[in-house]
């Protein structure tokens, strides 16, 4: 009997991106809430000079799999295919171009209105707080996925319809110095747990599937005592942390009708904006501790910059900042089971580099910074 032939390793670049592509960049915050849903496309049709600087990131660093966070949800063909056909597909200052055959976008959960009072302000507006999470209009902050290789598209899930309140040990919000609940029952009953959405994209690339785990977690601020942005933003970290492991994930539901987490032996990575920091005191304790300390995580090495460091100098951690506003809030994590991380960093150059101009101020491109993993895609040792 002939053996089977060998699996090859593949190598590739895996690249999360807060691209600040929301109508906030584009618009005075007393246009948000009427005019947001527009913004971007407008901005898009203008040769905006703020989403050529992202073009121009994109094509110097190549990604083959890239997430873009804050990208808002617009239709297809008046935002991704935009931006594709372009901005990415035509030289920014020498760059190359670059492309992305294939592409995933769905619906997010900021700025969809609920008829709660959510903020307790005693008035329920249906946007901003009082979204099913803060937006001001549907579809700001949302998602997308860039890829070179084929998306097993009838596989992915999504998880934009999960009830935080199906989590078992939930952290509930309570009102402060009391046992009640922040939100109403009603309220609680409907409350979804992803504040933009939770996707598993599966990526065929040669013979491996690679599933990319992207979200992008509330900030675990703009809120009070009652921590309900910080307990939001453990939780939606949390579910990942059940999803890789199958005696914890039997709760879990997608958007498709399919229960229970990632199969056992998958190769995987999670990506995107997390909102979370060993360094912040907002996030809720041991928030992200949840997956640098998983057991199906390669959390090290830690993606640095030497600009990042420049930025800080008088902080240890400073090397690992993906933010302007000094913290590491953007993750690329992959699997410890079939994955070997080759280099990894954050795109961040020093004053007086080439690109620097790039990331000199956040109206400039964003204030966050793309974070790169390269990685050899191995089969089972």
């Given at each position: 009997m002939a053996k089977p032939e060998p699996v090859e390793p593949v190598s590739l670049r895996v690249a999360t991106f807060n691209v600040s592509m929301d109508a906030s960049n584009y618009l005075p915050n007393d246009k948000l809430v009427a005019e947001g849903a527009g913004a971007l496309t407008h901005a898009l049709a203008d040769q905006h000079p703020q989403i050529q600087a992202i073009?121009?990131?994109?094509?110097?660093?190549?990604?083959?799999?890239?997430?873009?966070?804050?990208?808002?949800?617009?239709?297809?063909?008046?935002?991704?295919?935009?931006?594709?056909?372009?901005?990415?597909?035509?030289?920014?200052?020498?760059?190359?171009?670059?492309?992305?055959?294939y592409y995933f976008i769905a619906p997010v959960n900021t700025g969809e209105p609920s008829p709660f009072d959510l903020d307790q302000d005693g008035h329920a507006s249906g946007v901003g707080n009082d979204a099913w999470a803060y937006g001001n209009y549907p579809g700001q902050y949302g998602m997308v996925v860039l890829s070179k290789y084929p998306l097993a598209d009838e596989a992915i899930r999504t998880f934009r319809n999960f009830?935080?309140?199906?989590?078992?040990?939930?952290?509930?919000p309570l009102k402060p110095g009391t046992q009640e609940p922040w939100y109403p029952a009603a309220a609680w009953q409907e409350f979804p747990l992803s504040s933009k959405s939770h996707w598993d994209v599966p990526v065929m690339v040669g013979d491996f599937a690679l599933h990319l785990l992207v979200s992008h977690p509330t900030p675990p601020v703009f809120d009070g005592p009652e921590d309900r942005n910080g307990r939001r933003n453990h939780d939606e970290i949390r579910f990942w942390a059940d999803y890789l492991q199958p005696h914890l994930s039997d709760y879990i539901y997608d958007d498709q009708g399919r229960s229970g987490g990632?199969?056992?032996?998958?190769?995987?990575?999670?990506?995107?904006?997390?909102?979370?920091s060993v360094e912040s005191t907002d996030n809720y304790p041991g928030t992200i501790a949840q997956l640098l300390q998983h057991p199906a995580v390669q959390a090290e090495p830690t993606p640095t910059s030497a600009g990042g460091s420049a930025?800080?100098?008088?902080?240890?951690?400073?090397?690992?900042?993906?933010?302007?506003?000094?913290?590491?809030?953007?993750?690329?994590?992959?699997?410890?089971?079939?994955?070997r991380v080759i280099q990894s960093g954050v795109f961040w150059p020093t004053v007086g580099q080439p690109k620097a101009d790039l990331v000199s101020e956040r109206q400039r491109s964003s204030d966050h910074r793309l974070v790169w993993v390269d990685l050899q895609l191995i089969a089972a040792e």
């Open positions: 073009a121009e990131i994109i094509q110097h660093v190549r990604p083959d799999i890239l997430v873009l966070n804050e990208f808002d949800y617009v239709p297809a063909e008046q935002g991704i295919e935009v931006f594709l056909k372009d901005y990415l597909a035509h030289s920014q200052r020498g760059e190359s171009p670059i492309d992305y055959p009830k935080w309140k199906d989590m078992p040990g939930a952290l509930q990632l199969a056992p032996q998958q190769r995987f990575v999670v990506a995107g904006d997390l909102n979370a930025h800080t100098p008088n902080n240890p951690h400073a090397a690992t900042h993906t933010a302007g506003w000094r913290k590491r809030a953007d993750y690329v994590l992959p699997s410890v089971y079939g994955t």
